[in-house]
């Protein structure tokens, strides 16, 4: 027999700039899929993963959760997938199947998440990875692997919460915030019918912003524009990372409104107008199975694309410092420059690789 042999990046320790790495190929589950990875998108909580920023990530550690590639191997129990489908992957590659929240269809809930991430072995920065068929998704065929491997993550991390509160025509919606997420969230509310006001604390994407569907645009700075739309927003959507006048922002919510934060701020404020006015504030944790299809299917039928900056695998540690200094407009995506194939046939080894423990989705 054979061992299949990976090339990646890997961060040896905490903080590390990435460096080659090879690695067994786990064994196919019996529901398990390998896909030969062909694009790779560089996510914020890939950075995350890298400086260990929640404790909980084991090194080396191959980072990488946006994948696009093509199915190499199937399990016994796979029977939706066969050799040769093009595929996306998001950042979760598994979950157990069996806890509350998965017998609900809410998988990216499961009670066992920390060790559900795609990045468990090895992530997306490789020319390989092993999933669970059941998180590996046919893709559109006109779809371009490099906008449906932002998709897979951003994607369904913004279209997540407009589905599950149910915003369409006639309803208000502010995006705070606008970057690798902020912009695609704008995207997917216009395409829903809504009036989207985009807030940011960069006067000069107010033209982008625009672009991309915005209907109104608010410098975050200027509290003056922002005192002017109380009581204006059925839901603001927040996929910025700090920086927020918190009290100005929950004004803007109608009665009972909603705050949805994407990312992971630093949230302080005064919790007089969040009791007054009946006001929610939720997280929202990527998305389920069931509305990762229908997001693609979604972003296919209305042209919904994010701006990307394509490079070669090669240049990760360059396509990672760039997210760092928050230079990417607005994602990047990685190009495997080796063999569709992605694995080399070795002599069998008796050792088995060191997991790596994700951090959590941004």
């Not at 806890?99 to 490789?126: A, H, M, N, R």
Request: glycine share 10%; aromatic share 8%; with cysteine.
């Amino acid at each position: 027999m054979s061992e299949l042999i990976v090339s990646g990046y890997a961060a040896k320790a905490v903080g590390r700039p990435l460096e080659p790495f090879a690695y067994r190929s786990p064994e196919l589950g019996e529901q398990d899929v390998r896909v030969s990875i062909t694009h790779c998108g560089v996510c914020h909580t890939d950075i995350h993963a890298i400086d260990n920023y929640y404790g909980i990530v084991n090194f080396p550690l191959v980072p990488g959760h946006e994948i696009v590639g093509y199915v190499a191997a199937v399990g016994s129990a796979v029977s939706e997938l066969k050799i040769g489908d093009r595929v996306g992957i998001g950042w979760q590659g598994r979950s157990c199947m069996q806890c509350e929240w998965c017998l609900k269809g809410e998988e990216q809930l499961c009670q066992d998440i920390v060790p559900s991430g795609t990045w468990v072995p090895y992530g997306g920065f490789s020319t390989s990875v092993v999933v669970d068929g059941r998180f590996a998704y046919p893709l559109p065929p006109d779809m371009p692997s490099q906008v449906a491997a932002v998709l897979m993550c951003a994607g369904v991390t913004v279209y997540s919460p407009l589905r599950k509160y149910r915003i369409g025509p006639a309803q208000r919606i502010a995006i705070v915030g606008i970057g690798g997420l902020g912009h695609l969230a704008i995207q997917f509310a216009h395409a829903l019918g809504c009036e989207v006001t985009a807030i940011s604390s960069s006067p000069g994407k107010k033209n982008q912003a625009l672009a991309y569907g915005a209907d109104h645009f608010i410098d975050a700075n200027d509290q003056a524009s922002l005192g002017e739309l109380d009581f204006r927003f059925d839901l603001l959507m927040c996929t910025a990372s700090g920086g927020m006048s918190w009290e100005a922002l929950l004004m803007t919510l109608k009665k009972r409104g909603t705050l949805v934060l994407l990312g992971f701020p630093d949230v302080a404020l005064n919790s007089t107008d969040l009791v007054v006015h009946e006001l929610s504030i939720t997280g929202s944790f990527l998305g389920s199975r069931s509305t990762m299809r229908e997001m693609l299917v979604f972003a296919e039928n209305h042209g919904i694309a994010p701006e990307i900056e394509l490079m070669p695998m090669s240049r990760v540690n360059e396509a990672i410092l760039r997210v760092r200094e928050n230079k990417a407009r607005y994602r990047i995506v990685l190009e495997n420059d080796a063999p569709a194939a992605g694995v080399t046939n070795v002599a069998r080894a008796r050792t088995t690789p060191a997991a790596a423990t994700p951090a959590r989705p941004g």
